[in-house]
């Protein structure tokens, strides 16, 4: 179902594009872990999650 990548092939263009990307990534990973946001726990989060799965599931059995 997923394409599998290979380690030692860039899924960038260029050089610039991965570099690019890796600065975007670690602003946004110090961003988050210097929020002052309230955390959610994990358990709460996936109880949310299996609740939108199910009630699309319902959703497809009714169309």
């Not at 899924?11 to 990973?29: C, G, L």
Request: no cysteine; aromatic share 6%; proline share 5%.
């Amino acid at each position: 179902m997923t394409t599998k990548l290979s380690p030692i092939v860039s899924e960038f263009e260029t050089q610039e594009q991965a570099e690019s990307y890796d600065r975007w990534f670690r602003t946004k990973v110090e961003a988050s872990m210097n929020s002052t946001k309230p955390q959610i726990p994990h358990d709460e989060v996936m109880a949310g999650a299996r609740k939108i799965i199910e009630q699309a599931k319902a959703r497809r059995k009714l169309a």
